[in-house]
């Protein structure tokens, strides 16, 4: 399809006859909604009376009628018929439609517009003077497109062929020069871009002719195609050099086709894949791809995807069903979680209320108190918690949230008992006690529970002295038995009066009454028959006579067990004042930093697992030493 200039002549164009005519273009009006390809182009007739054909949007004009005219001319279901007034209607064949308007899709080929060239206003070229110097280039460049000016043209030929004409005295040589030289780049311009046009459109067209042969396909030879397609005029156009070359293009357009085609397929096989798989109900996560081919390999959904991708989306879907598992069991954790944090929740509010009613204060244990709630709901809800701290840690939570209280009111209960001189031992009431310090204490803002918590533990302590004492006087009491000679048939009658000197008064110094020191006699003597350590028969012994035994008579290694018997008491001593010491600010049982509010069940947890291993290094020590 060879492009044309409207204003040409029907001979050979030249691009100088071209520039020759000025015509009026049509207006092309912005179009408010986007026009079909066929709308664009219009029909015109030249001043020769030749039909050529004009796009409105690339401004291109071709003597052949374009391939998207002759598409509507065979898909129109339109005719044209004339009314007796001399009014054009049209009728649609398929619809049964008739209308006064011409429809988009029809083309009437007695609709050509006829395009008149723009009037020229005539310039007196005679008077030199009234002309400017952009008026004199003009009308000498109008001469030499006049006089049919050509790429080959040299100077010397443009000067001589326009030296007759009026316009020639418009101009100097150099000017004249210079509107040569710039009018022959832009002939030179016109005709590479006219013939780039024409080798493109050509191209175009081959490509077409390929593309619309069924026949051919990639496998066909250059020499095959080409005897299929000799009769097209659109071959016959193309110069046989250049067939060769548009025939490789058309074999990557073709191959692009075809893989464009193949990549529609293989989504729409893919697309239908995905959709199987999230359909089937018989996958779940422990579904393997082998299981899951040998079930599926009748189907045709699965029959039409390759191997290769069939086996990735089955991967993917799995991933899909991991992560979507993962976010429920994460979804039911959550869920486990608000329902432990409620149910403890609802057990601290139990806690705070018999805290409240004085249930519970700084020196409560949980033994103790786990028999008042043994029957409540909270308490019962929480042992069936799944997770989160049990409710022996939130009572004890709740406990050292009293101690704070404690510790103040304790330092101002011992200020008072120093001030009134009053002492708390293993014997005392409650009822003097507190009518002692009771009226002090409302003066001071103390605690009722704190008070009497106070006395248990003051009169526990004055115990655990007179115990201690009596443990002494004990050990000592078996110290001096030690010593003495003893058999089977021994009393505390007999032997009490033969005792020496040291060993009598040692004795008399020991808080035991001679009841007490009976039954510790028998007890001494129950372990000796245990151990069978009596002494032998002699003649001393049998006369009755008791002596103190002398060192040969001890048992063996007796001075290394009493030096490592030693040792250890020192070291249970040192031991003993670094509890009195921590007692006030720790739990002698339970040693539990009391947590803040914000703190978290992960960190009561880290806690306690750090307070086993510090139990743990503890008895550890505790067992070296005793080995020592």
């Not at 073709?254 to 959709?275: F, G, P, Q």
């Not at 001494?524 to 040969?552: A, M, V, Y």
């Amino acid at each position: 399809m060879s492009v044309y200039d409207p204003f040409e002549s029907s001979s050979p164009s030249s691009t100088a006859a071209r520039m020759a005519t000025e015509v009026s273009p049509v207006k092309s009006h912005k179009p408010k909604r986007r026009r079909s390809a066929a709308s664009l182009w219009t029909v015109h007739k030249n001043n020769d009376g030749r039909i050529y054909y004009h796009n409105s949007e690339t401004r291109k004009s071709v003597w052949e009628k374009p391939k998207e005219l002759r598409e509507l001319e065979e898909n129109s279901k339109w005719t044209a018929y004339v009314a007796q007034d001399g009014r054009k209607y049209y009728h649609n064949e398929e619809t049964n439609v008739t209308t006064w308007d011409k429809p988009e899709d029809f083309i009437d080929p007695d609709d050509v517009k006829e395009v008149k060239p723009k009037r020229i206003k005539r310039i007196d070229y005679t008077n030199k003077d009234k002309l400017t110097k952009e008026e004199a280039r003009d009308a000498f460049r109008t001469l030499l497109i006049e006089k049919g000016m050509t790429r080959n043209w040299t100077v010397d030929i443009a000067l001589q062929s326009t030296r007759e004409d009026v316009r020639w005295e418009l101009l100097t040589i150099s000017e004249k020069k210079q509107v040569f030289s710039k009018l022959q780049s832009e002939i030179i311009r016109e005709e590479r871009e006219e013939r780039r046009r024409r080798d493109k459109q050509q191209q175009e067209d081959f490509m077409e002719m390929l593309l619309e042969n069924d026949n051919i396909t990639l496998d066909t030879t250059f020499r095959e195609a080409m005897a299929l397609v000799a009769s097209d005029r659109r071959f016959i156009l193309v110069d046989e050099i250049r067939r060769e070359t548009f025939w490789k293009d058309f074999l990557i357009e073709r191959s692009r086709r075809k893989r464009k085609i193949e990549e529609v397929i293989l989504n729409e096989n893919i697309d239908a894949y995905i959709r199987f798989l999230e359909a089937t109900d018989t996958i779940d996560i422990s579904t393997t791809w082998k299981d899951f081919q040998k079930e599926m390999q009748n189907d045709t959904v699965f029959k039409n995807l390759h191997p290769i991708y069939q086996l990735k989306y089955f991967k993917k879907h799995m991933i899909i069903l991991e992560d979507e598992q993962i976010m429920q069991e994460k979804e039911e954790q959550r869920e486990i979680k608000d329902r432990s944090k409620i149910l403890r929740n609802n057990f601290r509010e139990l806690l705070k209320k018999h805290a409240l009613q004085k249930n519970i204060h700084a020196k409560s244990r949980w033994i103790e108190f786990r028999p008042l709630i043994a029957l409540e709901d909270a308490f019962i809800d929480l042992l069936d918690a799944p997770e989160g701290s049990t409710p022996a840690e939130l009572f004890y939570d709740q406990v050292d949230e009293l101690y704070p209280a404690y510790h103040k009111d304790k330092k101002k209960i011992v200020e008072i008992l120093k001030s009134i001189n009053y002492t708390v031992d293993k014997d005392s009431s409650l009822d003097d006690y507190l009518g002692a310090t009771q009226k002090l204490a409302e003066d001071c803002q103390i605690d009722p529970s704190n008070l009497k918590v106070l006395f248990e533990i003051l009169k526990k302590k004055d115990q655990r002295k007179v115990d201690k004492i009596k443990k002494t006087a004990k050990n000592n009491f078996f110290s001096v038995l030690k010593k003495a000679k003893l058999t089977e048939n021994s009393s505390w009658e007999q032997i009490k009066n033969h005792l020496t000197v040291d060993a009598t008064k040692q004795i008399q110094e020991l808080p035991l009454t001679d009841e007490e020191m009976n039954e510790l006699f028998v007890e001494h003597l129950q372990q000796r028959k245990e151990k069978d350590d009596f002494d032998s028969s002699s003649e001393e012994l049998e006369e009755g006579l008791i002596r103190e035994r002398t060192p040969t008579d001890l048992p063996r290694n007796h001075k290394e067990r009493n030096g490592r018997d030693n040792d250890r008491r020192d070291y249970d001593r040192r031991d003993d004042r670094r509890r009195r010491r921590n007692r006030d600010y720790s739990r002698s049982r339970h040693r539990r930093r009391r947590d803040s509010p914000s703190s978290s069940d992960e960190d009561r947890r880290y806690r306690r697992r750090k307070r086993n291993r510090d139990d743990y290094d503890d008895y550890r020590d505790r067992k070296r030493k005793r080995s020592y």
